[in-house]
Protein backbone atom coordinates (compact mmCIF):
# COMPACT_ATOMS: atom_id res chain seq x y z
CA UNK A 1 0.00 0.00 0.00
CA UNK A 2 1.78 3.03 -0.82
CA UNK A 3 1.92 6.02 1.51
CA UNK A 4 0.94 9.88 0.14
CA UNK A 5 3.31 12.46 -0.05
CA UNK A 6 1.93 15.40 1.94
CA UNK A 7 2.41 18.77 0.21
CA UNK A 8 4.43 21.29 1.67
CA UNK A 9 2.30 23.85 3.62
CA UNK A 10 3.19 27.14 2.81
CA UNK A 11 3.97 29.37 5.81
CA UNK A 12 1.92 32.87 6.17
CA UNK A 13 4.57 34.33 7.96
CA UNK A 14 7.00 36.71 6.07
CA UNK A 15 10.36 35.50 4.97
CA UNK A 16 12.89 37.01 6.77
CA UNK A 17 15.50 38.76 4.61
CA UNK A 18 18.29 39.43 7.10
CA UNK A 19 17.07 43.24 6.78
CA UNK A 20 16.94 44.91 10.41
CA UNK A 21 15.63 48.33 11.08
CA UNK A 22 17.31 51.14 12.71
CA UNK A 23 16.11 53.73 14.95
CA UNK A 24 17.18 57.46 14.65
CA UNK A 25 19.62 58.30 17.64
CA UNK A 26 17.65 61.45 18.61
CA UNK A 27 19.88 62.76 21.79
CA UNK A 28 22.20 63.27 18.28
CA UNK A 29 20.08 64.57 16.14
CA UNK A 30 18.33 66.73 18.54
CA UNK A 31 22.22 68.33 19.06
CA UNK A 32 23.18 68.37 15.73
CA UNK A 33 19.77 70.28 14.82
CA UNK A 34 21.10 72.78 17.40
CA UNK A 35 23.66 73.64 15.77
CA UNK A 36 22.25 74.12 12.44
CA UNK A 37 20.43 76.70 14.31
CA UNK A 38 23.01 78.40 15.74
CA UNK A 39 25.58 78.60 12.37
CA UNK A 40 22.17 79.23 10.40
CA UNK A 41 22.21 82.13 12.63
CA UNK A 42 25.50 83.70 12.49
CA UNK A 43 25.47 82.90 8.24
CA UNK A 44 22.56 85.28 8.09
CA UNK A 45 23.73 87.58 10.39
CA UNK A 46 27.52 87.63 8.14
CA UNK A 47 26.34 87.85 4.87
CA UNK A 48 23.75 90.29 5.74
CA UNK A 49 26.25 92.49 7.69
CA UNK A 50 24.26 92.99 10.77
CA UNK A 51 25.54 91.98 14.15
CA UNK A 52 24.50 88.82 16.10
CA UNK A 53 22.92 89.63 19.87
CA UNK A 54 25.60 90.13 22.21
CA UNK A 55 28.03 91.35 19.82
CA UNK A 56 27.88 95.05 19.47
CA UNK A 57 30.76 97.53 17.48
CA UNK A 58 33.92 96.65 18.55
CA UNK A 59 32.83 93.17 20.11
CA UNK A 60 35.35 90.90 20.16
CA UNK A 61 32.43 89.01 17.80
CA UNK A 62 33.18 91.66 15.25
CA UNK A 63 36.26 91.58 15.44
CA UNK A 64 36.36 87.84 14.08
CA UNK A 65 34.15 88.22 11.60
CA UNK A 66 35.85 90.81 10.14
CA UNK A 67 38.70 88.65 9.77
CA UNK A 68 40.09 86.33 7.62
CA UNK A 69 39.12 83.13 10.23
CA UNK A 70 35.61 83.70 9.37
CA UNK A 71 36.29 82.26 6.18
CA UNK A 72 37.47 79.20 4.51
CA UNK A 73 37.76 78.72 0.88
CA UNK A 74 36.70 82.23 0.61
CA UNK A 75 32.88 80.55 2.01
CA UNK A 76 31.83 81.76 5.32
CA UNK A 77 33.12 79.26 7.86
CA UNK A 78 29.29 79.14 9.72
CA UNK A 79 28.09 77.70 6.47
CA UNK A 80 30.88 75.03 6.62
CA UNK A 81 30.05 74.32 10.40
CA UNK A 82 26.25 74.51 9.26
CA UNK A 83 26.94 71.23 6.34
CA UNK A 84 28.34 69.99 8.97
CA UNK A 85 25.91 69.48 11.82
CA UNK A 86 23.56 68.43 8.91
CA UNK A 87 25.06 65.76 7.63
CA UNK A 88 25.56 64.34 11.67
CA UNK A 89 21.48 64.83 11.37
CA UNK A 90 21.58 63.13 8.58
CA UNK A 91 23.79 60.09 9.42
CA UNK A 92 21.99 59.87 12.61
CA UNK A 93 18.68 59.87 11.76
CA UNK A 94 19.10 57.77 8.58
CA UNK A 95 18.63 54.14 9.71
CA UNK A 96 22.29 52.73 9.10
CA UNK A 97 23.85 49.34 11.34
CA UNK A 98 24.79 50.87 14.29
CA UNK A 99 28.30 50.41 14.49
CA UNK A 100 29.37 52.12 10.81
CA UNK A 101 26.74 55.05 12.11
CA UNK A 102 28.81 55.41 14.91
CA UNK A 103 32.11 55.42 13.40
CA UNK A 104 30.97 58.09 11.00
CA UNK A 105 29.24 60.03 13.50
CA UNK A 106 32.70 59.81 16.14
CA UNK A 107 35.13 61.16 12.84
CA UNK A 108 32.84 63.60 11.91
CA UNK A 109 32.10 64.94 15.69
CA UNK A 110 35.71 64.63 16.29
CA UNK A 111 36.90 66.70 13.73
CA UNK A 112 34.48 69.22 14.55
CA UNK A 113 35.99 69.65 17.98
CA UNK A 114 39.49 69.95 16.76
CA UNK A 115 38.93 72.45 14.32
CA UNK A 116 36.42 74.46 16.07
CA UNK A 117 39.41 74.47 19.13
CA UNK A 118 41.81 75.36 16.39
CA UNK A 119 39.95 78.41 15.28
CA UNK A 120 38.92 79.34 18.91
CA UNK A 121 43.03 79.19 19.29
CA UNK A 122 43.42 81.46 16.82
CA UNK A 123 41.15 83.69 17.18
CA UNK A 124 42.62 84.44 20.49
CA UNK A 125 45.92 84.19 19.55
CA UNK A 126 46.07 86.42 16.60
CA UNK A 127 43.22 88.63 17.81
CA UNK A 128 42.49 88.69 21.32
CA UNK A 129 39.15 88.01 20.67
CA UNK A 130 36.40 85.07 21.93
CA UNK A 131 33.05 85.34 19.62
CA UNK A 132 30.26 84.19 21.95
CA UNK A 133 28.50 82.48 19.68
CA UNK A 134 31.43 80.60 18.13
CA UNK A 135 31.51 78.81 21.78
CA UNK A 136 28.37 77.81 21.81
CA UNK A 137 28.87 76.37 18.40
CA UNK A 138 32.22 74.88 20.05
CA UNK A 139 30.01 73.63 22.89
CA UNK A 140 27.58 71.98 20.90
CA UNK A 141 29.70 70.15 18.50
CA UNK A 142 32.03 69.15 21.85
CA UNK A 143 28.94 67.55 23.33
CA UNK A 144 27.81 65.73 20.94
CA UNK A 145 31.66 63.89 20.44
CA UNK A 146 32.14 63.54 24.38
CA UNK A 147 27.90 61.63 23.69
CA UNK A 148 29.21 59.80 21.10
CA UNK A 149 32.38 58.88 22.62
CA UNK A 150 31.11 57.65 26.33
CA UNK A 151 27.95 55.57 23.84
CA UNK A 152 30.93 53.84 21.97
CA UNK A 153 29.54 50.17 21.24
CA UNK A 154 31.08 47.52 22.15
CA UNK A 155 31.50 45.69 18.96
CA UNK A 156 33.33 48.53 17.63
CA UNK A 157 37.05 47.60 16.59
CA UNK A 158 40.52 48.49 17.13
CA UNK A 159 40.01 47.96 21.62
CA UNK A 160 41.37 49.37 23.14
CA UNK A 161 40.87 53.13 22.79
CA UNK A 162 44.83 53.36 21.91
CA UNK A 163 44.66 51.99 18.17
CA UNK A 164 41.34 53.41 16.90
CA UNK A 165 42.58 57.09 17.85
CA UNK A 166 45.71 56.83 16.02
CA UNK A 167 44.21 55.97 12.71
CA UNK A 168 41.46 58.73 13.05
CA UNK A 169 43.42 61.21 14.27
CA UNK A 170 45.95 60.69 11.59
CA UNK A 171 43.50 61.49 9.60
CA UNK A 172 42.20 64.52 11.05
CA UNK A 173 45.85 65.45 11.59
CA UNK A 174 46.88 65.56 8.04
CA UNK A 175 43.57 67.70 7.26
CA UNK A 176 44.08 70.07 10.13
CA UNK A 177 47.56 71.13 9.06
CA UNK A 178 46.23 71.55 5.49
CA UNK A 179 43.85 73.59 7.34
CA UNK A 180 46.30 75.65 8.72
CA UNK A 181 48.30 76.06 5.70
CA UNK A 182 45.02 77.83 3.78
CA UNK A 183 45.21 79.88 6.74
CA UNK A 184 48.72 80.97 7.53
CA UNK A 185 49.13 81.66 3.66
CA UNK A 186 51.67 78.57 3.16
CA UNK A 187 49.76 78.54 -0.39
CA UNK A 188 50.67 82.37 -1.58
CA UNK A 189 51.92 82.89 -4.63
CA UNK A 190 55.58 84.36 -5.36
CA UNK A 191 55.93 87.88 -3.99
CA UNK A 192 54.82 90.23 -7.09
CA UNK A 193 57.69 92.57 -7.88
CA UNK A 194 54.99 95.89 -8.78
CA UNK A 195 53.53 95.60 -5.55
CA UNK A 196 57.47 95.24 -3.64
CA UNK A 197 58.29 98.21 -6.12
CA UNK A 198 55.29 99.92 -4.62
CA UNK A 199 56.10 99.52 -0.37
CA UNK A 200 59.64 100.08 -1.37
CA UNK A 201 58.76 103.21 -2.98
CA UNK A 202 56.32 104.14 -0.05
CA UNK A 203 58.99 103.66 2.42
CA UNK A 204 61.42 106.19 0.08
CA UNK A 205 58.83 108.65 -0.03
CA UNK A 206 58.15 108.73 3.65
CA UNK A 207 54.90 107.32 4.04
CA UNK A 208 53.95 105.49 6.96
CA UNK A 209 51.61 103.00 7.52
CA UNK A 210 50.28 102.70 11.08
CA UNK A 211 48.81 99.20 12.12
CA UNK A 212 47.89 96.56 14.73
CA UNK A 213 48.22 92.85 14.89
CA UNK A 214 44.58 92.17 16.06
CA UNK A 215 42.67 94.56 13.66
CA UNK A 216 41.36 92.29 10.84
CA UNK A 217 41.19 95.42 8.20
CA UNK A 218 45.07 95.27 8.62
CA UNK A 219 45.58 91.37 7.73
CA UNK A 220 43.09 91.89 4.86
CA UNK A 221 45.76 95.23 4.00
CA UNK A 222 48.70 93.28 3.98
CA UNK A 223 47.17 90.28 2.43
CA UNK A 224 46.52 92.93 -0.78
CA UNK A 225 50.05 93.07 -0.62
CA UNK A 226 50.87 89.02 -0.15
CA UNK A 227 55.04 88.69 0.09
CA UNK A 228 55.66 92.26 -0.85
CA UNK A 229 54.05 92.92 2.77
CA UNK A 230 57.11 93.04 4.28
CA UNK A 231 58.40 95.99 2.22
CA UNK A 232 55.91 98.28 3.75
CA UNK A 233 56.88 100.96 6.03
CA UNK A 234 54.64 99.75 8.72
CA UNK A 235 54.33 100.68 12.02
CA UNK A 236 52.98 98.32 14.89
CA UNK A 237 50.74 100.50 17.02
CA UNK A 238 50.24 97.37 19.84
CA UNK A 239 53.26 95.06 20.46
CA UNK A 240 51.57 94.17 23.38
CA UNK A 241 48.45 92.94 21.32
CA UNK A 242 44.78 93.81 22.18
CA UNK A 243 44.21 95.44 25.54
CA UNK A 244 48.32 96.30 25.80
CA UNK A 245 50.16 99.40 25.71
CA UNK A 246 50.22 101.90 22.77
CA UNK A 247 53.45 102.34 21.09
CA UNK A 248 54.72 105.35 21.75
CA UNK A 249 55.17 106.61 17.91
CA UNK A 250 51.83 105.82 17.64
CA UNK A 251 50.78 107.77 20.85
CA UNK A 252 52.47 110.78 19.33
CA UNK A 253 51.20 110.99 16.32
CA UNK A 254 47.62 110.44 17.59
CA UNK A 255 47.06 107.45 16.06
CA UNK A 256 43.84 106.27 16.65
CA UNK A 257 42.31 104.12 14.11
CA UNK A 258 43.80 101.04 12.30
CA UNK A 259 45.12 100.84 9.84
CA UNK A 260 46.09 104.39 9.16
CA UNK A 261 48.39 106.04 6.11
CA UNK A 262 50.51 109.20 6.55
CA UNK A 263 51.67 109.98 2.89
CA UNK A 264 52.91 113.63 2.67
CA UNK A 265 51.10 115.90 5.13
CA UNK A 266 47.23 113.67 4.33
CA UNK A 267 45.88 111.37 6.62
CA UNK A 268 43.91 108.25 5.69
CA UNK A 269 42.18 106.15 8.25
CA UNK A 270 40.90 103.16 6.49
CA UNK A 271 42.53 100.59 4.21
CA UNK A 272 43.79 101.04 0.90
CA UNK A 273 44.12 99.13 -2.43
CA UNK A 274 47.16 99.25 -4.08
CA UNK A 275 46.15 101.59 -6.68
CA UNK A 276 45.12 103.92 -4.28
CA UNK A 277 48.20 104.17 -2.39
CA UNK A 278 50.22 104.48 -6.16
CA UNK A 279 48.26 107.23 -7.07
CA UNK A 280 48.10 109.39 -3.51
CA UNK A 281 52.14 108.99 -3.50
CA UNK A 282 52.57 109.26 -7.20
CA UNK A 283 54.20 105.98 -7.94
CA UNK A 284 53.56 104.97 -11.51
CA UNK A 285 51.08 102.15 -11.48
CA UNK A 286 50.08 101.77 -15.01
CA UNK A 287 53.33 102.56 -16.37
CA UNK A 288 55.49 100.84 -14.08
CA UNK A 289 57.95 98.02 -16.10
CA UNK A 290 60.12 94.95 -14.43
CA UNK A 291 62.74 96.89 -16.01
CA UNK A 292 62.55 99.91 -14.45
CA UNK A 293 64.07 99.77 -11.19
Known amino acids: MSKRKRKPVKSTE????????????????VLAGAGMLVTAYLAVTGMSSTAPLFCGAGS??????????????????????????ALIALIAGLGRPRLKRWQRLWLLTFFGTVFSLYLTAAGWLALQALCFWCLVSLGIITALFLL??????ESAPGMPWAGFLAGQGAMVAVVLVLLHA??????????????????????????????????????????LFGQAARHLPYVECSPGGRGGVVAFECVANDITTYPTWVIGNRRFEQMM?????????????????????
Open 182 to 223: LYAGWFQPPEDPRLRDLAQHLDRVGAVYYGASWCPSCQEQNR
Open 60 to 85: DCELIQQSHWSLLLGIPVAIWGFLLY
Open 14 to 29: PAKTGSREYSPDWPVV
Open 148 to 153: LTFRRP
Open 273 to 293: TPEELARRSRFDWDGWSPDER
